[in-house]
Protein backbone atom coordinates (compact mmCIF):
# COMPACT_ATOMS: atom_id res chain seq x y z
CA UNK A 1 0.00 0.00 0.00
CA UNK A 2 1.11 3.35 -0.77
CA UNK A 3 1.53 5.93 1.74
CA UNK A 4 -1.12 8.77 2.10
CA UNK A 5 -1.15 12.14 0.65
CA UNK A 6 -2.70 15.21 2.23
CA UNK A 7 -4.32 17.25 -0.53
CA UNK A 8 -4.68 21.03 0.28
CA UNK A 9 -7.31 23.43 -1.00
CA UNK A 10 -5.72 24.77 -3.77
CA UNK A 11 -5.12 21.56 -5.60
CA UNK A 12 -8.00 20.66 -5.53
CA UNK A 13 -9.25 23.65 -6.81
CA UNK A 14 -6.16 24.16 -9.44
CA UNK A 15 -7.81 20.74 -10.86
CA UNK A 16 -10.98 22.59 -11.82
CA UNK A 17 -9.27 26.10 -12.39
CA UNK A 18 -9.47 26.34 -16.53
CA UNK A 19 -7.75 29.96 -16.16
CA UNK A 20 -4.95 28.51 -14.55
CA UNK A 21 -3.31 26.18 -17.66
CA UNK A 22 0.08 25.91 -16.70
CA UNK A 23 -1.30 24.08 -13.39
CA UNK A 24 -4.60 22.24 -14.23
CA UNK A 25 -3.02 19.74 -15.45
CA UNK A 26 -0.74 19.22 -13.17
CA UNK A 27 -3.41 19.15 -10.44
CA UNK A 28 -5.49 17.00 -12.26
CA UNK A 29 -2.82 14.32 -12.92
CA UNK A 30 -2.38 14.42 -9.10
CA UNK A 31 -5.67 13.46 -8.62
CA UNK A 32 -5.73 10.88 -10.62
CA UNK A 33 -2.81 8.67 -9.26
CA UNK A 34 -4.45 9.14 -5.66
CA UNK A 35 -7.03 8.12 -6.92
CA UNK A 36 -5.96 5.07 -8.52
CA UNK A 37 -3.41 4.23 -5.57
CA UNK A 38 -6.38 5.22 -3.12
CA UNK A 39 -3.61 7.09 -1.11
CA UNK A 40 -5.65 10.95 -1.17
CA UNK A 41 -6.70 12.24 2.33
CA UNK A 42 -8.52 15.45 2.86
CA UNK A 43 -10.48 17.00 5.92
CA UNK A 44 -13.47 17.93 6.27
CA UNK A 45 -12.18 22.05 6.30
CA UNK A 46 -10.25 21.41 2.56
CA UNK A 47 -13.69 20.27 1.55
CA UNK A 48 -16.05 23.88 2.70
CA UNK A 49 -12.47 25.58 1.37
CA UNK A 50 -12.30 23.99 -1.73
CA UNK A 51 -16.70 24.28 -1.99
CA UNK A 52 -16.54 27.72 -1.10
CA UNK A 53 -13.52 28.82 -3.61
CA UNK A 54 -14.97 27.24 -6.47
CA UNK A 55 -18.60 28.10 -6.47
CA UNK A 56 -17.89 31.93 -4.95
CA UNK A 57 -14.75 32.96 -6.20
CA UNK A 58 -13.27 30.49 -9.03
CA UNK A 59 -14.35 32.72 -12.72
CA UNK A 60 -15.55 30.12 -14.17
CA UNK A 61 -16.80 29.18 -11.29
CA UNK A 62 -18.81 25.63 -10.78
CA UNK A 63 -22.54 25.33 -10.08
CA UNK A 64 -23.26 24.15 -6.98
CA UNK A 65 -24.24 20.82 -8.23
CA UNK A 66 -21.07 20.08 -9.97
CA UNK A 67 -19.25 21.33 -6.60
CA UNK A 68 -21.70 18.97 -4.54
CA UNK A 69 -20.77 16.18 -6.15
CA UNK A 70 -17.29 16.75 -5.79
CA UNK A 71 -17.04 17.32 -2.50
CA UNK A 72 -19.51 14.08 -2.21
CA UNK A 73 -16.94 11.66 -4.17
CA UNK A 74 -14.01 13.50 -2.16
CA UNK A 75 -15.54 11.89 0.69
CA UNK A 76 -14.53 8.75 -0.33
CA UNK A 77 -11.51 9.79 1.11
CA UNK A 78 -12.77 9.94 5.09
CA UNK A 79 -12.20 13.18 6.05
CA UNK A 80 -10.72 13.98 8.65
CA UNK A 81 -12.72 16.32 11.50
CA UNK A 82 -11.76 19.23 12.66
CA UNK A 83 -12.67 17.74 16.08
CA UNK A 84 -10.51 18.41 19.59
CA UNK A 85 -7.35 16.21 18.25
CA UNK A 86 -7.01 18.09 15.43
CA UNK A 87 -7.28 21.39 17.30
CA UNK A 88 -4.71 20.84 19.65
CA UNK A 89 -2.28 19.63 17.52
CA UNK A 90 -2.81 22.69 15.01
CA UNK A 91 -2.16 24.66 18.55
CA UNK A 92 1.48 22.80 18.43
CA UNK A 93 2.43 22.78 15.00
CA UNK A 94 1.14 27.23 15.28
CA UNK A 95 3.43 27.26 17.93
CA UNK A 96 6.51 25.12 16.94
CA UNK A 97 6.40 26.39 13.00
CA UNK A 98 4.68 29.76 13.61
CA UNK A 99 2.44 28.86 10.35
CA UNK A 100 -1.01 30.64 10.40
CA UNK A 101 -4.34 29.51 12.11
CA UNK A 102 -5.42 27.93 9.04
CA UNK A 103 -2.07 26.29 7.77
CA UNK A 104 -1.77 24.88 11.28
CA UNK A 105 -5.17 23.28 10.89
CA UNK A 106 -4.07 21.73 7.68
CA UNK A 107 -0.80 20.05 8.79
CA UNK A 108 -2.56 18.76 12.10
CA UNK A 109 -5.23 17.00 10.37
CA UNK A 110 -2.42 15.47 8.00
CA UNK A 111 -0.69 14.25 11.10
CA UNK A 112 -4.11 12.78 12.33
CA UNK A 113 -4.53 10.56 8.93
CA UNK A 114 -1.36 9.43 9.29
CA UNK A 115 0.18 11.08 5.99
CA UNK A 116 3.81 11.38 4.79
CA UNK A 117 2.83 14.13 2.37
CA UNK A 118 1.04 17.11 2.40
CA UNK A 119 0.49 18.58 -1.18
CA UNK A 120 0.56 22.26 -1.28
CA UNK A 121 1.49 25.11 -2.99
CA UNK A 122 0.88 27.49 0.35
CA UNK A 123 4.13 26.24 2.28
CA UNK A 124 7.67 25.50 2.03
CA UNK A 125 8.67 22.74 -0.63
CA UNK A 126 10.23 19.75 1.44
CA UNK A 127 9.87 21.09 4.84
CA UNK A 128 9.72 18.68 7.49
CA UNK A 129 6.38 19.02 9.94
CA UNK A 130 6.25 16.59 12.87
CA UNK A 131 6.30 13.07 10.57
CA UNK A 132 4.65 15.00 7.70
CA UNK A 133 6.63 16.68 4.19
CA UNK A 134 5.24 19.41 2.39
CA UNK A 135 5.56 18.52 -1.57
CA UNK A 136 4.68 21.00 -3.89
CA UNK A 137 2.40 19.29 -6.29
CA UNK A 138 3.82 21.68 -9.18
CA UNK A 139 7.44 20.98 -8.66
CA UNK A 140 7.10 17.44 -8.32
CA UNK A 141 5.83 14.63 -10.19
CA UNK A 142 3.03 12.43 -8.49
CA UNK A 143 5.09 8.76 -9.73
CA UNK A 144 8.25 10.41 -8.23
CA UNK A 145 6.49 9.91 -4.36
CA UNK A 146 3.60 7.37 -5.42
CA UNK A 147 5.80 5.02 -8.17
Not at 69 to 91: H, Q
Request: hydrophobic residues 45%.
Amino acid sequence: MNPTCFIDTNVLVYARDASAPAKQPAAERWLRLLWATRSGRVSAQVLNEYYSVVTEKLRPGLGRDEARADVRNLMAWAPVPTDGPVVEGAWTVQDRYGLSWWDSLVVSAAQVAGCAWLLTEDLQHGQALDGVTVVDPFRTAPEELLG
